[in-house]
């Protein structure tokens, strides 16, 4: 499923952009090569409701941390412990 808003599908700004977006002008003869980002990570997206959101930022705060932080730590602590449901 595709975002509604993919900033990809969009009208270049200006002629600097357009010329950018173009792969025909991309210099393809004189790629760099570049070393792996050490400990690469990556962004997830999780859908809860209001009222999960509530809960969830709640025992954020009475642990001290982020909602963000205690998520991650939550749910690397199940599959690190085998906590059960």
Not at 14 to 28: C, H, I, Q, S
Request: glycine share 4%; net charge negative.
């Amino acid at each position: 499923m595709e975002p509604e808003n993919d900033d990809r599908l969009r009208e270049p700004l200006d002629d600097e952009e357009r010329e950018l977006m173009d792969p025909d002008t991309w210099d393809w003869d004189s790629l760099t090569e570049l070393p792996p980002v050490p400990n690469a990570g990556a962004v997830m997206a999780v859908h809860v409701t209001r009222e999960e959101v509530a809960h969830v930022s709640q025992a954020a705060r009475v642990a001290g941390q982020t909602t963000a932080g205690y998520i991650k730590q939550s749910a690397l602590m199940r599959v690190m412990y085998n906590v059960p449901n």
